[in-house]
T-cell receptor, first 111, second 115 residues
Framework: KQEVTQIPAALSVPEGENLVLNCSFTDSAIYNLQWFRQDPGKGLTSLLLIQSSQREQTSGRLNASLDKSSGRSTLYIAASQPGDSATYLCAVHNYGQNFVFGPGTRLSVLP | KAGVTQTPRYLIKTRGQQVTLSCSPISGHRSVSWYQQTPGQGLQFLFEYFSETQRNKGNFPGRFSGRQFSNSRSEMNVSTLELGDSALYLC??????????????FGPGTRLTVT
């Protein structure tokens, strides 16, 4: 059974800092991994999708990497802004199964 | 292209009642998944439908049920509501499950409060 964890659970940084969010999963036979952000009380916004054959994906100030062998993915946010404050979730997709979500990292970027 | 829509956005029900939530996926998407999100349990998978057939089901009691129509719209129903059913119910839309490019797009959610 796939289990997904995220470290840290919460993070507070000053504006402008570069930061890394971590996602770990127990079953490395994944199809893909997706990163989302969620604002309080709202739905999830897709940030990046990494296919199992890919090592990383980039979108603007965001870069996500995937290391299947070690069961890890990281989300790198460059030059953080207050508007980046949200909860970030990773979701892992195994063949024939549903997406399994991590508990999320709550990020606060202070002006 | 319009995004995923969910109705209603907010709902207040009493214990013992039943409720039906609706989700309209992105045009052209044939897969709809439902999730329950609570502060204590996080995001938990309820079920997934593709072409009107349930593909996967999470570990929820039989009070939770769903269906999908020929136009890909989906409904979920919760009968005999309990206080613990209070949650944000999220619907996700995607194209074809089982592909490495399988990506989920979420709606804004329905906030259900059971009193």
């Amino acid at each position: 059974k796939q289990e997904v964890t995220q470290i840290p659970a919460a993070l507070s940084v000053p504006e402008g800092e570069n930061l890394v969010l971590n996602c770990s999963f127990t079953d490395s036979a994944i199809y893909n991994l997706q990163w989302f952000r969620q604002d309080p009380g709202k739905g999830l916004t897709s940030l990046l999708l990494i296919q199992s054959s890919q090592r990383e994906q980039t979108s603007g100030r965001l870069n996500a990497s995937l290391d299947k062998s070690s069961g890890r993915s990281t989300l790198y946010i460059a030059a953080s802004q207050p508007g980046d404050s949200a909860t970030y979730l990773c979701a892992v997709h195994n063949y024939g199964q549903n997406f399994v979500f991590g508990p999320g990292t709550r990020l606060s970027v202070l002006p | 292209k319009a995004g995923v829509t969910q109705t209603p956005r907010y709902l207040i029900k009493t214990r013992g009642q039943q409720v039906t939530l609706s989700c309209s996926p992105i045009s052209g998407h044939r897969s709809v998944s439902w999730y329950q999100q609570t502060p204590g349990q996080g995001l938990q998978f309820l079920f997934e439908y593709f072409s009107e057939t349930q593909r996967n089901k999470g570990n929820f009691p039989g009070r939770f049920s769903g269906r999908q129509f020929s136009n890909s719209r989906s409904e979920m129903n919760v009968s005999t509501l309990e206080l613990g059913d209070s949650a944000l119910y999220l619907c996700a839309s995607s194209s074809f499950p089982g592909l490495v490019t399988y990506e989920q797009y979420f709606g804004p959610g329905t906030r259900l409060t059971v009193t």
